[in-house]
DNA sequence: CAGGCGCATATTGTATACGATTTGTGGTGC
DNA sequence: GCACCACAAATCGTATACAATATGCGCCTG
């Protein structure tokens, strides 16, 4: 499936849209370039709205621009990589405890659909896809806590976990979200706000714990100090 | 004292953070018109990086573009201001926690001349600027805490917070965190980190209390709903 | 043949020109 | 005199042209 291109007026939230999927799907690995002509000659605009959408995408952290060089998809350091799963071990069991005390059954209805649109991507075997809906699910969870702000932050915070997880994951295996993902979902139907707030505190754990984000397989920190001595 | 304009190379960073600074010190009112061609003059600067900097003041939140009206100082709504405060709340104590077990005595040296910066900006009778520094302090935390991703974060919400009390004010009376933010240092210096997250947490609610976000006194929600009957 | 210098090309950064939209104002008709 | 319409000014949105920078290739020299 190859990216939709409108007849016309495709905006520039629409290309960073776009191209965070791609990201979230890993069909854009960490590293690569963006060119801007080429994302011109994809989207049918000019460089200006080209240049909105990835200086839009820095902002958010998916996106690094190098001066004179280009944009390209961002590759988080380990550091950072600790750091997103730290914020967001702050963040979301509040999130989940929030989403608990006002979860309507049209919530959980909506949650549960959304675990089947993930398992289905599964059984076509789109891993990208279901890794997306997986990510999402997170930010379902803000969503229905009606809490904006951190349902955007959080928003960034899964589309930079995704790069993460492109360069450290660690073991070949499925991802395992699934259990805990059902577990949060009874907590909010049983409008247990403790049991939600354990099982999300537990689950970025266990997210957490599939990573290998040791400090020795870092890769070149810097040439300056990659060469020291 | 008036906008520095320097001879050459004002970039489009430089001026989201003096125009930051501007809305940091209440100089710039919730609200206020921020039109493009005003600022090119005042920055002697195309219209192309005034823009940079108005679309990246937006992602942080501290401006908001109506398309073909133009950029204002954004007015942060009741909900808003709520969810502010509320992410605050959830970050800042782990934040004082964390910061607590590294500080340096050159942290904490660093953290009562900042603290003097602020008591002489008062004394000079420079609300805006202490306020600034006021707000400063909390991001600073977040440094000697060693969490780049979310000291960034905390810098746009503690920008956030200087639009929100111009709107939400309660008192006249000065702003009396010097308390706090002494208690905190004594609990980062006695590496108090239990200390340092109550003192963080009961101190965010002080704010919290001084302002003023009852319902009632919010301002015409939609026109549509404000006419309706 | 190896190393380095310089030009050619590709790509990004910035300014400007042009088009679209909004908003205020003046005139005309009722 | 009031309301409505049309036009004009101001302002923003987009495309494009031009400038600056980096990069790769070929040639020249030792």
């Known amino acids: 499936m190859t990216i939709n291109l409108k007849t016309k007026s495709t905006t ?4 960073a849209l776009q191209l965070t999927k791609a990201i979230h799907t890993h069909r854009l690995q960490p590293g690569a370039k963006l060119r801007e002509d080429e994302l011109c000659d994809i989207f049918r605009v000019s460089r200006t709205i080209v240049r909105q959408s990835l200086h839009s995408l820095q902002h958010t952290g998916l996106v690094t621009i190098l001066r004179n060089k280009g944009a390209f998809v961002a590759k988080p350091t380990l550091k950072e990589a600790r750091e997103v799963f730290e914020a967001r071990s702050f963040i979301e069991p509040a999130m989940a405890r929030a989403a608990a005390l006002r979860a309507t059954p049209h919530d959980i209805a909506f949650l549960e659909q959304h675990m089947k649109a993930e398992k289905d991507a599964l ?7 279901a890794l997306r809906l997986s990510g999402d699910f997170h ?10 702000l951190i349902q955007t932050l959080l928003a960034q915070l899964v589309a930079r976990s995704a790069l993460i997880i492109a360069l450290y994951w660690r073991r070949r295996s499925a991802l395992s979200d699934t259990a805990s993902h059902m577990g949060l979902v009874q907590a909010l139907r049983d409008q247990d706000a403790d049991g939600a707030e354990v099982i999300m505190k537990g689950h970025l754990l266990d997210l957490l714990m599939q990573l290998d984000l040791s400090d020795s397989s870092s890769g070149p920190v810097s040439l300056k100090d990659a060469l020291r001595k």
């Not at 520039?12 to 290309?15: C, K, T, V």
């Not at 059984?123 to 896809?129: A, C, Q, T």
């Not at 930010?139 to 904006?148: K, M, Y």
Request: aromatic share 0%; net charge negative.
């Open 12 to 15: 520039a939230d629409e290309i």
């Open 123 to 129: 059984d076509r075997e789109e891993v990208g896809e």
């Open 139 to 148: 930010v379902q969870i803000a969503r229905i806590a009606d809490h904006a």
